[in-house]
């Protein structure tokens, strides 16, 4: 089975790729001449000649309207140059002339789904199962288009068939993972989650899944070392990487958890205001915990860390300057204050902000 996957949210799914050929059976009830040019249709399709082929698939229908894979053919070469609307009229054309054809049904319903017409494709799909229940293909599909629509409980239905007919594909238990986890059947996805065989393509974002179920049940340990075998199959899975250093935070483990969320910053340019709040969350911990062992220089370096993806928040700027009176760096202090004062949201930190005040004023005094 040809199967494409693709990252979309909150799904990974896609439907397979649309395969233009002959029905070999069917083209030899056609003339000489219609066969002669489908023949040369699926050469320039070979050759990536698509508007040649469409060329010669139309010369073949003037010898046999009936000839449903030609119409096909036509639709899907329309879709490979980009005119998928332009193809529609072939595609259905080519049901009607052989509407008992559930591989014609199929490809259609296929190729809308690829082309974001979700609701169209399960309905032709569906058709298609209806002709063929047990064809795999046909099935695995219909759950996708199931799952495009939010309706898991048929897609479950669909994967759970298909996994009964071919039953060492890992996107079809990984598919069937899926649809259990939007259904909270959480011990049922773990169970399809793991049948992923480790050496699948989509092995990674299996124990990806499962790390995040074990994360939901507090087994921090157990969703560390599932998403550590994720990420030693693929290192550059950033949604891995994110939900390891969540984890490492979640431990303690602020210094480790910080190297891998900048990393991530980095590789994004910075254009991340949700990571660039959690690095200012796990810096502004760390340094508490630094300032808990009355380290208030490197509390003091930790929250100026923080400050740099959280500028405009005012208990930041106001640790700044608590960690800077405690080391003596009074005009630290004062910028920070003042900082603060121009960001405070609520009574409390201008309460704050006014006792600080009050201290720099003591020590100034005591210092003349």
């Given at each position: ?17 649309v ?75 080519a ?6 054809n559930?591989r014609?049904?199929y ?34 599909n219909?759950?996708?288009g ?12 669909c ?33 399809a ?16 899944y ?12 157990k969703?560390?070392s ?5 990420i ?7 949604d ?47 340094a ?7 380290e ?26 608590e960690?800077a ?11 920070a ?6 960001c ?10 006014a ?14």
């Amino acid at each position: 089975m040809s199967i494409f996957i693709k990252k979309i949210t909150p799904v990974l799914l896609l439907l397979l790729t649309v395969n233009v050929f002959a029905s070999t059976n069917l083209l030899e009830k056609s003339p000489m001449q219609a066969q002669t040019y489908f023949r040369e249709g699926i050469r320039q399709i070979k050759r990536k000649n698509y508007r040649a082929a469409i060329r010669s698939f139309r010369n073949a229908i003037q010898y046999d309207q009936n000839l449903g894979e030609a119409y096909l053919n036509i639709g899907a070469c329309y879709e490979r140059i980009g005119n998928f609307e332009k193809g529609i009229p072939y595609f259905e054309k080519a049901i009607s002339v052989d509407d008992t054809n559930p591989r014609l049904i199929y490809l259609f319903g296929a190729a809308l789904g690829r082309n974001n017409k979700r609701k169209e494709a399960v309905k032709y799909l569906e058709r298609a199962v209806y002709l063929d229940p047990k064809n795999p293909d046909y099935l695995y599909n219909l759950g996708v288009g199931y799952s495009s629509i939010t309706q898991y409980a048929n897609a479950a239905a669909c994967f759970e068939e298909v996994s009964n007919i071919v039953s060492n594909n890992g996107a079809i238990w990984f598919n069937l993972g899926l649809s259990r986890l939007f259904l909270a059947q959480t011990n049922k996805a773990v169970t399809a989650f793991e049948k992923v065989e480790i050496d699948s393509p989509i092995a990674p974002k299996a124990l990806y899944y499962l790390a995040l179920i074990e994360k939901s049940k507090g087994n921090c340990d157990k969703a560390i070392s599932k998403i550590k075998m994720s990420i030693a199959l693929k290192p550059d899975e950033i949604d891995s990487q994110y939900l390891y250093a969540m984890l490492l935070g979640e431990k303690g483990n602020y210094k480790n958890a910080i190297n891998i969320l900048e990393k991530i910053y980095q590789i994004n340019d910075g254009d991340m205001n949700a990571l660039g709040k959690k690095l200012a969350i796990f810096y502004k911990k760390w340094a508490e915990n630094a300032f808990n062992l009355n380290e208030y220089e490197t509390a003091l370096h930790r929250y100026n860390q923080a400050e740099f993806y959280l500028p405009n928040d005012a208990n930041i700027q106001l640790k700044i300057a608590e960690c800077a009176l405690k080391v003596s760096k009074d005009k630290i202090a004062k910028q920070a204050i003042k900082r603060a004062r121009s960001c405070a949201e609520n009574e409390f930190q201008e309460g704050k902000i006014a006792e600080l005040d009050k201290k720099i004023k003591k020590e100034s005094v005591k210092d003349k």
